[in-house]
């Protein structure tokens, strides 16, 4: 019988005719026949309905992008993006953030309040908890309420309580207090009149977050949630942040107990702050305000040019950080071209600025862009990228005719910026022009440093890069060496600190240069992460403190003169082993003296005495040994060197004071610490 035979009845088209469920019965009736799976396991009571909150706590990387770190402070967000929406509508003047002792958090503003009278559609709820207990249930949907705002799918504070132990909501309307308590997102109470309150209004949530979803070691840390508030202060000049932490949680941070920001420059404030010391292109920082620009909410921004950094850009929608940028950011780039541009016309540079690009002019420009706009279209429900494709229109619009006005009152200024993105142009039409060399060729055509045991591979791929100290621990690791994939350069003791050192001292100094030249990708602006000749750049150094002081001051270059080589995920730092322990047959390496007890207690155990040998260095390992335990791709332990992103500011922070040519500040530093360092808990 044919497919039509079967669907027409057998006797030809339009007769007997059966449905298409009858014949899709009718064929899972024979299916074993046909030696097709049985279906008779899987019904309608297999369908599972997940009801109020339930979806948020078995797929909480759908709301807030994961169990880590990053999304355990993302709750955080959630809750003050909320009190910063009263603050932007004009309805709070402040926002109180507390840290407490015991893994609470709590978020106050003097707003509106949250409404508390019966829900029109659940007349026997209060508005208060269908906010709380039911996802896209919010005031942002009605622009009439909110005329721009950070939550706009309804869904922020609701995942915050289905993900918390306990959550608590205090509201003070009418002169009225209301409190009501739910715990994983489910209600403990109802709303409870607490009384009359004659001086306070708007709303307080204190919460903590649910172990049993982000694990029992998480915790808040006091670092990153005083810059999530200090950041509020700068997106709106008209709000006041207060901060107050537990004292308890600060030994070993320079976080204060107690704080309250205002910043009426905003933005400007802002960026200052996060480029101070920094040698500029331009004396003056562009930034500007703009009400009302395309008949939406407002337009900030900030932007220097630096001389010796790579550039970074920072970006809000109504006071939501964008990290991965968005329309808006792309309409600031445009319009700083083409402003450029016009000003390259007027003094006649036209023909040199015709090839530049938007990557020209951003390649060292620290920006900063706040823009506030009604129902903006986020990608994800973390809200990492804007997607309105209407503010890059209008951030193009409002900033180049500013930029414009600026450069033409400020000719000696423009004309420094604009000298300076020609030859960033310049340079990447070089490259561009540069003949592409194979490996192979390379060592014969390209300047490689003597010291330096390449590899036979043609190109980056699977190819490392070991850098030792000594020619010693050299010698044993190119022996020990896969010779198609793994290259060596040997380095002389400790090479320079680059954070305390001046660019001529750098340029100077051969180690360095010897790097720079076997790793093929230039540093500074100039970087180039297509021109890196190896995937991985690994850092061997021996395990004891002077080869974690070399190790350090590898990290400190790297961080300062290549950051993009860290961001792109090419730094390992290699853990080679400090004992090696024996007994009779059996051996085993260690990596530190904790190590070496947890082997004594587990592996060594039985009867019989145990040889323990310490390594003095690299260079007295065996080449067998060093490739068993630090080289062989299957069987060594590597550690990726990484920057999060939300923590830039405070790693420079952390460099700067450890590495600079400030002596008080590490001492300082030290006698903060001093109390950990017998614990071995110091975390730098």
Not at 398 to 411: G, K, N, V
Not at 449 to 456: E, F, M, V
Request: glycine letters at 10%; hydrophobic letters at 40%; charged letters at 30%.
């Amino acid at each position: 019988m044919t497919d039509n035979d079967d669907l027409f009845g057998g006797d030809g088209p339009l007769k007997r005719p059966v449905t298409v469920a009858a014949k899709a019965s009718a064929r899972t009736a024979r299916a074993p026949a046909r030696g097709l799976p049985d279906e008779s396991g899987y019904d309608a009571s297999d369908i599972e309905v997940l009801e109020g909150l339930e979806p948020v706590r078995r797929r909480p990387g759908m709301y807030i992008g994961g169990t880590d770190e990053k999304a355990y402070h993302h709750l955080f967000a959630e809750v003050i993006d909320n009190a910063m929406d009263e603050a932007v509508a004009g309805h709070a003047t402040f926002i109180e953030v507390a840290v407490e002792e015991d893994g609470y958090l709590s978020v106050t503003d003097n707003g509106r309040g949250i409404p508390v009278d019966p829900h029109p559609k659940f007349p026997k709820k209060s508005a208060l908890e269908v906010i709380m207990t039911t996802l896209h249930a919010g005031g942002k949907f009605d622009s009439k309420v909110y005329e721009t705002s950070g939550g706009l799918h309804g869904v922020g504070v609701s995942v915050v309580n289905a993900l918390s132990e306990v959550l608590e909501v205090e509201v003070a309307r009418g002169q009225m207090l209301y409190r009501q308590v739910f715990s994983r997102g489910v209600p403990q109470t109802k709303l409870e009149t607490v009384g009359r309150v004659l001086n306070r209004r708007g709303t307080k949530v204190r919460f903590k977050p649910d172990h049993q979803i982000f694990g029992k070691d998480a915790h808040f840390q006091p670092r990153r949630l005083f810059r999530m508030a200090r950041s509020k202060a700068y997106l709106f000049g008209g709000v006041e942040v207060r901060w107050t932490c537990a004292p308890s949680l600060l030994p070993g941070t320079d976080v204060p107990a107690e704080a309250t920001f205002r910043f009426p420059n905003g933005l400007k404030d802002y960026l200052a702050h996060d480029i101070e010391g920094k040698e500029l292109v331009s004396d003056q920082i562009f930034s500007g305000k703009i009400t009302k620009p395309g008949g939406h909410g407002s337009l900030e921004w900030a932007v220097a040019w630096m001389v010796h950094d790579d550039g970074f850009s920072s970006s809000y929608c109504n006071t939501v950080p964008t990290p991965d940028g968005g329309t808006h950011e792309n309409g600031l780039r445009i319009a700083l071209l083409r402003g450029l541009r016009d000003h390259a016309e007027r003094v006649g540079q036209q023909k040199r600025m015709a090839p530049a690009t938007t990557d020209d002019v951003m390649a060292t420009c620290a920006s900063m862009l706040s823009v506030f706009i009604r129902e903006p279209e986020f990608q994800g429900q973390t809200k990492d990228k804007l997607a309105t494709l209407e503010a890059g229109r209008i951030v193009e619009s409002a900033i180049r005719d500013t930029f414009d006005h600026w450069l033409a009152a400020s000719p000696l200024q423009a004309n420094k910026i604009l000298e300076w993105v020609l030859d960033r142009a310049d340079e990447r039409l070089r490259r561009r022009q540069e003949k592409e060399v194979a490996r192979k060729t390379a060592t014969r055509k390209l300047r490689l440093p003597g010291k330096l045991a390449d590899c036979s591979n043609a190109g980056a791929a699977g190819s490392e890069l070991f850098i030792v100290e000594g020619d010693s621990a050299g010698g044993s690791a190119k022996q020990a060496r896969d010779r198609k994939s793994q290259a060596i350069l040997p380095l002389r003791g400790k090479i320079l600190n680059v954070a305390s050192a001046g660019r001529d001292k750098l340029m100077a100094n051969q180690q360095l240069s010897d790097l720079i030249q076997a790793l093929g990708c230039g540093m500074g602006s100039a970087y180039r992460d297509g021109d890196l000749r190896y995937e991985k750049v690994i850092i061997m150094t021996d395990a004891d403190v002077d080869g974690a002081h070399i190790a350090s001051l590898l990290i400190t270059f790297f961080y300062r003169q290549t950051p993009r080589l860290i961001d792109a995920g090419h730094l390992y730092l290699a853990v080679p082993p400090l004992y090696r322990l024996t007994q009779g047959t059996k051996s085993a390496y260690a990596r530190d003296e904790a190590d070496k007890d947890k082997l004594l207690k587990t592996m060594f155990k039985g009867s019989g005495k145990v040889e323990i040998g310490r390594f003095k260095g690299l260079g007295e390992m065996l080449p067998a040994q060093l490739k068993e335990t630090t080289m062989d791709p299957k069987k060594r332990l590597l550690l990726k060197v990484v920057i999060d992103a939300d923590e830039r500011p405070e790693t420079g922070d952390a460099v700067e004071r450890l590495m600079g040519n400030k002596p008080e500040a590490r001492f300082t530093f030290i006698q903060e610490r001093a109390a950990f360092a017998n614990e071995e808990e110091l975390d730098i």
